[in-house]
T-cell receptor, first 112, second 113 residues
Framework: GENVEQHPSTLSVQEGDSAVIKCTYS??????FPWYKQELGKGPQLIID???NVGEKKDQRIAVTLNKTAKHFSLHITETQPEDSAVYFC???????????WGAGTKLIIKP | NAGVTQTPKFRVLKTGQSMTLLCAQD?????MYWYRQDPGMGLRLIHY???????AKGEVPDGYNVSRLKKQNFLLGLESAAPSQTSVYFC????????????FGPGTRLTVT
């Protein structure tokens, strides 16, 4: 079946440095790629998304890039802050019902 | 607005028991979803609904049933719980099906012994 692979599973960066999380997907027909942030004890929350007709999207310190040829997309967080510590999930839409297939998650740790 | 709420927050069941999880949303969304989250596996879609009175199977529907009798509510039932159903269950809702933000509830932690 279709799948989304996410790397790394854990990422530890110094406060102020940048963090990059990468995902690859298998369905070449996927056209929507959201990123969600999940804080401890809460449900995931959308932080940024990108559609297949766009190569890059930015929102303040967060950016997402998409390479449709290689079927991978990445989340970039610059000037990391303690409140960025959380688990981040990528996802890709598949099929005629636009179901989301999710990556396994990346635990981001910001070291003070 | 409360957004998406789920009850209960925690539940412990014995193998073979049944239970129903309730999800409610106050955003007038047409689309609602039930996911399970297991360590190292991300979220997997169990069932979803595209409107009142409709339900459809997701990626892992076996052992679960759902109902959407009212637009604002989406119920997830386990008829005969198994230890493999120990998980955290999340409900979500969205305005549309394609490329639309999903709003998640706080989750229900279910343990089946």
């Amino acid at each position: 079946g279709e799948n989304v692979e996410q790397h790394p599973s854990t990422l530890s960066v110094q406060e102020g440095d940048s963090a990059v999380i990468k995902c690859t997907y298998s369905d070449s027909a996927s056209n929507y790629f959201p990123w969600y942030k999940q804080e401890l004890g809460k449900g995931p929350q959308l932080i940024i998304d990108i559609r297949s007709n766009v190569g890059e999207k930015k929102d303040q310190r967060i950016a997402v890039t998409l390479n449709k040829t290689a079927k991978h997309f990445s989340l970039h967080i610059t000037e990391t802050q303690p409140e960025d510590s959380a688990v981040y999930f990528c996802a890709a839409s598949i099929g005629s019902n636009y179901q989301l297939i999710w990556g396994a998650g990346t635990k981001l740790i910001i070291k003070p | 607005n409360a957004g998406v709420t789920q009850t209960p927050k925690f539940r412990v069941l014995k193998t073979g028991q049944s239970m129903t999880l309730l999800c409610a949303q106050d955003m007038n969304h047409e689309y609602m979803y039930w996911y399970r989250q297991d360590p190292g596996m991300g979220l997997r879609l169990i069932h979803y609904s595209v409107g009142e009175g409709t339900t459809a199977k997701g990626e892992v529907p076996d052992g679960y049933n759902v109902s959407r009798l009212k637009k604002q509510n989406f119920l997830l039932g386990l008829e005969s719980a198994a230890p493999s159903q120990t998980s955290v269950y999340f409900c979500a809702s969205s305005y549309s099906l394609q490329g639309s933000e999903q709003y998640f509830g706080p989750g229900t932690r279910l343990t089946v012994t």
